[in-house]
Nanobody, 118 residues
Framework: QVQLTELGGGSVQAGGSLTLSCTGS???????MAWFRQPPGEERELIAYIKRDGSSTEYRDSVKGRFTISKDSTKNTAFLQMNNLKPEDTAVYYC????????????WGQGTQVTVSS
């Protein structure tokens, strides 16, 4: 079982930046990590993914060029740098981990609120 602890989030004006971090237990090199978000009244969506060794990343189209996911495996921590934030980025953000032998994301952080005002 991987336990994930998120830090960051908060309120910012449109055009601003925030950084989220997610620290996992165990050995970070053993699991892929991702960031999801759930806007008010909507379903949770995957926005960024990074392979366990950091060799590959993927982004949802709506955040490409604005968000950057990175991973420090020595500290079992993933980061989500969010720049040029827009009101539509307002959501609860969750980090998730998937062990190398798991098909789905089985381990979740507690979630952190990001609010972007216009």
């Amino acid at each position: 079982q991987v336990q994930l602890t998120e830090l960051g989030g908060g309120s910012v004006q449109a055009g601003g930046s925030l950084t989220l971090s997610c620290t996992g237990s165990g050995t970070g090199s053993q699991y892929d990590m991702a960031w999801f978000r759930q806007p008010p009244g909507e379903e949770r969506e995957l926005i960024a993914y990074i392979k366990r060794d950091g060799s590959s990343t993927e982004y949802r189209d709506s955040v490409k060029g604005r968000f950057t996911i990175s991973k420090d495996s020595t500290k079992n921590t993933a980061f989500l740098q969010m720049n040029n934030l827009k009101p539509e980025d307002t959501a609860v953000y969750y980090c998730a981990a998937r062990m190398w032998f798991e098909h789905d994301y089985m381990h979740w952080g507690q979630g952190t609120q990001v609010t972007v005002s216009s």
